[in-house]
């Protein structure tokens, strides 16, 4: 099945209902995890409303229904960027957020970005164990932690990679929404007779 590869998929404005749905189906664990503290339904809508997705690197992963179950949002400042990542529970372990971070990385290399750091609670597991696979320097302080990756420059090879994963991404996308299209008018058939 097409959902088992870990295909990213640009976002843009548009989709800032499908990433407001993704960030609502976190539990609330999973939200203080991702966001540091706890964050109400209003709160996580005033964040998705405050994404500018022409500064920020936004992209997802998604299932055959194209619901988002893995997203990453990189904001650069300056030479650095802050990096966001959340994976819903029944989707982890699969390599989607290892592959949002590789595709995040990228897209700040091209961007001249020379540093992509992640700040987050030290009792984030799931984070801590996917920086210190992508070789992140972690300091820890207290409870809270701060993981750093130097980038290296672009290349020819990171841009040609860059435009192979967004063209890539919206072929499963389309591929995704023509099956699900197809579903629902054979489906309309099926119960019509």
């Not at 197809?182 to 489906?187: N, Y």
Request: hydrophobic share 45%.
């Amino acid at each position: 099945m097409i959902r088992n590869i870990p295909t990213t998929v640009r976002l843009h404005s548009h989709d800032r209902a499908s990433l407001l749905a993704h960030f609502v189906a976190l539990d609330r664990e999973d939200r203080r995890l991702r966001f540091g503290a706890p964050i109400s339904d209003e709160g996580i809508a005033a964040y998705a409303m405050r994404i500018d997705f022409d500064e920020d690197g936004m992209f997802a992963v998604h299932d055959d229904n194209l619901e988002m179950v893995a997203v990453v949002h990189v904001a650069p400042a300056g030479d650095a960027a802050e990096l966001g990542l959340s994976v819903l529970a029944g989707w982890r372990g699969q390599g989607y957020g290892h592959a949002l971070l590789r595709r995040a990385v990228n897209y700040l290399r091209n961007r001249g970005v020379r540093e992509v750091f992640v700040h987050c609670l030290t009792e984030n597991g799931a984070m801590m164990h996917l920086a210190r696979k992508s070789g992140m320097r972690i300091v820890y302080s207290g409870g809270e932690t701060d993981a750093r990756l130097k980038l290296e420059a672009a290349t020819a090879d990171s841009l040609v990679a860059e435009w192979l994963e967004d063209h890539r991404g919206l072929t499963v996308k389309t591929l995704r929404q023509n099956a699900r299209n197809a579903r629902a008018f054979f489906g309309g058939f099926a119960r019509q007779g």
